[in-house]
């Protein structure tokens, strides 16, 4: 039974890095790939492939361009995440993005953490902006503003066997920590004043803040981020953290209130 049960986790996870292939980059901008092209990047075998991906279309998780014989994310997929927790808070936290974005004149993002890398669901950038695409993406806890609000109230046993010297040093950034005891502190100052202000840590030139959302039961569930170049933001950087704080808070009161109640 064991055996069995190990033989059928090792093809789920097979099946979730070919669907992990076909949300890439190169996928989304070449409308679809190839079976021969899913092997190359998957690191496995074309007919193995090939079967695989027969199986996810037949379940709607894949579709195959009849044409191009391509094969992109399938419409079940796309089902299947409108019912999804990430999906409500989208629904509900964009509004406010909207409203962050217009007063600090500056994208700002929605973010979670997933394991221990930052993802970003949601962006809003003021009527002028210019919008780049940030959905999707992911990035180190420890060197984002994101990434150490949604971690600022872990354990710290759970920080400390997590995030060694050596991991923190390959966190990505420019500026990694010198030990966990820094970044513990780190941690304790945000959850002191309810905001996380970063300034060039992540990349040379920008600076950041993000605050937290936090859900029912008062845990940090995401958190709103706003990064720009230091030359436009640095000046009111404690003011966008402020902001940020602010509104932050405001979903937090809204996101679980009954839907008659708000407005």
């Known amino acids: 039974m064991s055996s069995k049960r190990q033989t059928n986790s090792a093809g789920l996870r097979r099946d979730i890095e070919l669907l992990q292939v076909l949300g890439r980059h190169e996928a989304e901008t070449r409308s679809g790939l190839g079976v021969i092209r899913i092997a190359e990047i998957a690191g496995r075998e074309k007919t193995q492939v090939s079967r695989a991906l027969a199986t996810l279309a037949e379940q709607g998780l894949v579709d195959r361009d009849p044409k191009t014989m391509m094969y992109r994310l399938g419409w ?13 808070l989208v629904s509900v936290v964009s509004p406010y993005l909207r409203r962050v974005a217009e007063l600090v004149q500056e994208t700002t993002h929605l973010c979670v953490l997933r394991q221990d890398e930052v ?106 981020n706003i990064g720009a170049p230091k030359a436009r933001l640095g000046a009111k950087l404690d003011q966008a953290a402020s902001i940020t704080r602010k509104i932050a808070k405001e979903v937090s009161q809204s996101l679980y209130a009954p839907h008659s109640t708000q407005k």
Do not use: M
């Open 76 to 88: 079940r997929l796309y089902a299947l995440s409108a019912q999804t927790y990430e999906a409500h």
């Open 119 to 224: 993802l970003t669901l949601s962006t809003a950038s003021p009527a002028h902006g210019f919008r780049a695409v940030w959905e999707g993406l992911t990035s180190p806890a420890p060197s984002t503003s994101a990434g150490r609000v949604l971690v600022c109230e872990w354990e710290e046993s759970a920080i400390r066997a997590k995030w060694t010297k050596a991991e923190l040093a390959n966190a990505g950034g420019v500026r990694a920590f010198k030990n966990t005891d820094e970044f513990v502190a780190e941690l304790a100052k945000i959850r002191k004043q309810g905001f996380c202000i970063v300034d060039e840590e992540f990349e040379l030139g920008v600076v950041g803040c993000s605050a937290p959302i936090r859900d029912a039961a008062g845990r940090i569930v995401a958190a709103i």
